[in-house]
């Protein structure tokens, strides 16, 4: 029997061979396709066809002797593939209508991540930030704001700088007064209030986007931005769409005021429970070995997202909690509801907890 084991793994290579190929032939036909989207101007996602691909797969998993979610799950990699290989062989065509942009703080993760979604839509963007300063002299590249020969050259500046710094540079490209869009990309907005106002005042055009992922995201998958509207939300996101056009991006608007209190519990308290998780497994004296090799699939998956928290900028994660003015209500209710989940449990109440819990699955999956 095992004697065999050689030829089978033989044979499985041939296939992953003839299967590699035929992976390369569709992706060269998604190139194809993607050319002709380009030309003509045509979305490069069209999701009853990616539906379609989708039925096919979980309808043949059965003769493949695998599950449907397996096979669902490999095509959904693939039509990802097809769609980065449609949007990249457009670029050139994209460019012929690209923009001039502008992103201070380009050394940074997020505005190394700008720089690449802006390069694959097809506009050409400078940087702006100190740290080149140790780096030689190049095209497009930046120290400071007072070397550029003309601001107003650009389409829109994008200010892409830590959150507690954000005021100061705000403030300092407006004072310039350019042209074009100033965009500002801080994840807590409250503090930007009144340099947005002074914005306003002299008649400087500004958008408050968020970003909603970290410098870690592939450009080939679903990629939310949140627009902080502050006057006229329909003339905003229209000045906003032709600069993240992109198969992936979704565009979500809501009212400036509103902003900060939705992140108080879409970042503040989601940032909180990782960094309590981690706090508290610091102190069970457990080694984190013995925590692996024994660990549940409830616990691997919250381990996993406290360590994609833990492994950020902690001085970040300080600002996204302390420049949060909702912060307070976020951290009541914290602790009501874990004073009140002790309770129960103290008491037994079966009722209650579950009760509890139905409210609290309810507010998550409504």
Known sequence: MNQD????????????????????????LAAEVGRIKAAAGLPIVVRDVEDQVLR???HQAETCGISEEVLEAVFQAILRGSVERQHRVGVELREQRGERL???GGAGGMGAWFRGFFEVAGHHVDLVDPAFAELP??????????DLPDLDAYAAVFVSVPLDRMPEV??????????????????????????LGVARERGIRTLAIHPMFGPGKSYYQPLTFVLAAQDEPAAEQAALEPLLTHPYTRLVTVPFAHHDRLMGWLLGLAHLNGMLFGAAIARSGISAEELRACASTTFTRQASTALSILAEDPGLYLD?????????NVYRAARESLGRLEELVETGDREAFRQLLTAARDALAP
Request: with cysteine.
């Open 5 to 28: 084991l050689p030829c089978l793994r033989d044979a499985i290579a041939d296939v992953d061979r003839a299967l590699l190929e035929l992976l390369r032939r569709r992706m060269d």
């Open 56 to 58: 096919r797969a979980r």
């Open 102 to 104: 502008l992103i201070l």
């Open 137 to 146: 002299a190049a095209p497009g590249r930046h120290v400071r704001l007072a």
């Open 170 to 195: 705000l403030a300092e490209v407006i004072e310039l007064a350019p042209r074009g869009l100033v965009v500002e990309i801080a994840s807590i907005k409250s503090h930007l209030a009144e340099a």
């Open 320 to 328: 996204i909690q302390r420049l949060n003015p909702h912060r307070g």
